[in-house]
């Protein structure tokens, strides 16, 4: 019944987006018969070399390291270098710049860039078949599962692959390509701020980091984190039934699919009432442990990324509502479970906090999930990921989550280390390439009418000139990236293989 509920969730997701897009953009023809054979080359000819490219960027651990900077990090390091090993193999230049590798083919001041990243989410290897560093090609049959097969180092593989069709094709380009490979997307933008602020980027991009047909807009994104501390929190009296712990969550981008609590002195009947809550949710599984007098209860969702929250299960959410069948005193781990009842729920628009929930026709809803219960020194911290559309002003958005926020405080308890970031949504209008890219994924896939579209996600498009994002992921298919079980399909990086090469043919020609 979910999987029935999660597909048509997509569907509908697919589709008010294209309903409530942007008006339809000026069409362009149809891809010329030298950027089609080029890209009937490509996929012909490298159909192999682009899956085994793929295994040697994937075998790099790049998850960000807090000891170094990624100019530092020897596993980075390494990647660059396998990269660099690669573009040069198949006749491309390279450059590093540190924290960004540009990758070019051709001459010319005016260029065309192509913008991906090297980096990756962390990963709980325990929740692979394989190691996530190793390209799996067998569990699944025509999956291709790795951490980054999707976000972003398939993207870099199929970009390599096209470029270097191009290039055998001795094709004329008026324009130079460059592949821009930056290592911090997932963790620090600053650096490529930094580096723009002196490197001259191309005068148009295609970003491969995001879904089909043409992203153009994306919401902005920001965390709401508060502290339950150890200090205040109730005492309950001695064989009380309270809350004694509450965890869950791996990172800030990822919607959980782990949790867990322990519920103190919990009855027969407390457990049972707890149990038949959790029964009637869907997409949920428990186990329930009991430790003497004692209840453990363990969550499984699904994860997904958190921009996409409806195709995921948070189980940080869902276990707080199975806890829901009482009144918990307000110990630390009761004041967590309290907190995202009374103010998230399983919801994730913000409906229940205060007045912040808001929508825009093109950008569509603000998200409002917690992502990251992390166990502190001084309390429980509970991060919530926000991915706001355009329709408020920072301040305004600002001002309704404190007042939420003290609201609570004054009915239930004290919170510290309050902190609200929210960052501006972002949305390109009126971008030269648009109409050759949405004509060369119409042209195909057989999708017909495409219009851009806006994401919750947020990518290193924004940070360049006229860069819009095309591709990895299709239309109603659910992104893999930041997952558990992160994959790409071999159908789907080949057609990703024809798209691109197409597309930079029309666009450097």
Do not use: C
Not at 451 to 473: D, E, K, M, Q, W
């Amino acid at each position: 019944m979910y999987k029935k509920a999660l597909l048509a969730s997509l569907v509908l997701a697919w589709t008010t987006a294209v309903a409530s897009a942007a008006p339809a953009t000026a069409s362009a023809p149809a891809p010329s018969e030298t950027a089609v054979s080029a890209a009937k080359y490509a996929v012909q000819t490298y159909r192999n070399d682009v899956v085994d490219t793929l295994a040697k960027l994937v075998s790099f651990n790049t998850v960000a390291d807090a000891r170094y900077p990624s100019d530092k990090n020897p596993v980075h390091i390494a990647f660059k270098a396998a990269l660099k090993e690669e573009a040069e193999r198949l006749g491309l230049d390279v450059e590093d710049h540190g924290w960004t590798v540009i990758v070019g083919l051709g001459k010319g001041s005016e260029r065309v860039g192509i913008v991906t990243h090297g980096d990756v989410q962390p990963v709980d290897p325990a929740k692979w078949k394989k190691s996530p560093f190793v390209l799996d090609r067998t569990s699944e049959p025509g999956k291709l599962i790795a951490r980054g097969a999707e976000d972003d180092k398939g993207p870099i593989a199929t970009a390599l692959y096209a470029m270097k069709a191009i290039r055998d094709r001795q094709i004329p380009l008026s324009k130079r390509i460059e592949l821009y490979v930056y290592m911090g997307e997932e963790s620090d933008w600053g650096p490529l701020t930094e580096f723009l602020k002196t490197h001259v980027p191309p005068q148009m991009s295609i970003t491969l980091d995001a879904e089909y047909p043409v992203v153009t807009a994306e919401k902005g994104g920001g965390t709401v984190a508060v502290t339950i501390p150890k200090a205040g929190a109730a005492i309950p009296a001695a064989g009380e039934a309270q809350v004694a712990e509450f965890r869950g969550g791996s990172f800030n981008t990822q919607i959980p699919e782990d949790a867990e609590a322990l519920v103190a002195n919990a009855t027969p009947e407390i457990e049972q009432q707890i149990r038949a809550r959790a029964a009637a949710q869907e997409g949920m599984r428990y186990t329930f442990e009991r430790q003497g007098a004692n209840l453990k209860v363990i969550a499984k969702g699904v994860s997904a990324h958190s921009s996409k929250p409806q195709e995921g299960v948070n189980a940080v959410s869902m276990l707080a509502d199975a806890l829901a069948v009482r009144s918990w005193p307000n110990t630390v781990a009761g004041g967590v479970v309290n907190y995202l009842n009374d103010l998230v729920g399983t919801g994730y628009h913000g409906e229940k906090f205060g007045k912040i929930a808001y929508r825009d026709s093109f950008m569509g809803p603000m998200t409002f999930k917690p992502t990251v219960i992390r166990q502190l020194d001084e309390g429980i911290e509970v991060a919530i990921n926000v991915r706001r559309p355009r329709g408020k002003s920072t301040a305004q958005l600002t001002s309704e989550i404190e007042a939420a926020l003290a609201d609570w405080q004054a009915r239930r308890l004290p919170l510290a280390n309050i902190k609200v970031g929210v960052r501006e949504p972002w949305i390109l209008e009126n971008a030269p390439q648009v109409p050759t890219l949405l004509s060369t994924f119409s042209y195909f896939t057989g999708m017909k009418d495409a219009r851009p579209v806006a994401i919750g996600g947020g990518t290193n498009s924004r940070l360049f000139p006229n860069a819009v994002s095309f591709g990895p992921s299709m239309p109603g298919q659910k992104y893999t990236g930041h997952s558990e079980h992160e994959f790409i399909t071999t159908k789907q990086l080949l057609l990703n293989l024809q798209m691109y090469t197409a597309v930079l043919v029309e666009l450097a020609k």
